[in-house]
């Protein structure tokens, strides 16, 4: 990305002032185009990215972001927080059929939520739909580099900016579980 002054000419914006722990995962954030979040849960990384991602739109950085996240935190959690924490931004929601989805990443929304299944279905649109960054939450989801869902997303972050991957739990039954997110990540670094 470019950088940061997050903590200096930020006003972090929302109904709940950040914790520092919060503000120093936003730097980190704004300063790298491709990174991790390996925060505990319940530590407020949702926040974390939105403030990151809303300080890089009022720079120009980044225009548009696609969160990927499971079906069961898309409204509670990251449609919630972002009425929380930037309800100044436009949010939508890509779920239901094929033409729902279309419909959602048509509209240009800054932020738009999908679930991890829902990517293969639209990855043309998504791809065509301008997003600068993609956030995905509960990564580990792609730690298997040979499935169809981590070949999508690899397929779709080369032409994307940012990348960040969020988890608690980055090898949560093996190191091994680590290899899909860092080859995503880091791919000419990671054999």
């Not at 990215?49 to 300080?55: G, N, Q, S, T």
């Not at 990927?68 to 509670?76: A, H, Q, T, V």
């Not at 091994?176 to 990671?190: C, E, H, M, S």
Request: aromatic share 10%; charged share 20%; glycine share 6%.
């Amino acid at each position: 990305m470019s950088p940061s002054n997050i903590l200096d000419d930020y006003n972090w914006p929302g109904l709940f002032k950040p914790f520092a722990h919060q503000k120093q995962t936003a730097d980190f954030l704004t300063l790298n185009r491709r990174a991790f979040c390996f925060n505990e849960q319940g530590t407020g990384k949702t926040a974390s990215v939105i403030w990151a991602c809303d300080y890089l739109m009022n720079l120009g950085i980044v225009n548009r972001v696609l969160v990927i996240c499971p079906l069961s935190i898309m409204r509670s959690a990251w449609q919630g927080d972002m009425f929380k924490f930037a309800i100044h931004r436009t949010c939508d929601v890509a779920y239901g059929d094929s033409k729902q989805r279309r419909k959602v990443l048509a509209q240009n929304a800054e932020f738009v939520i999908i679930n991890f299944d829902g990517v293969e279905v639209v990855k043309k649109e998504i791809a065509a739909g301008g997003f600068d960054l993609i956030v995905v939450d509960e990564c580990s989801a792609y730690k298997n580099a040979q499935t169809n869902r981590w070949k999508v997303l690899r397929d779709l972050v080369q032409n994307v900016k940012g990348l960040w991957m969020l988890t608690g739990t980055p090898a949560a039954q093996s190191p091994v579980d680590a290899y899909g997110i860092a080859k995503l990540v880091n791919p000419a670094n990671t054999p």
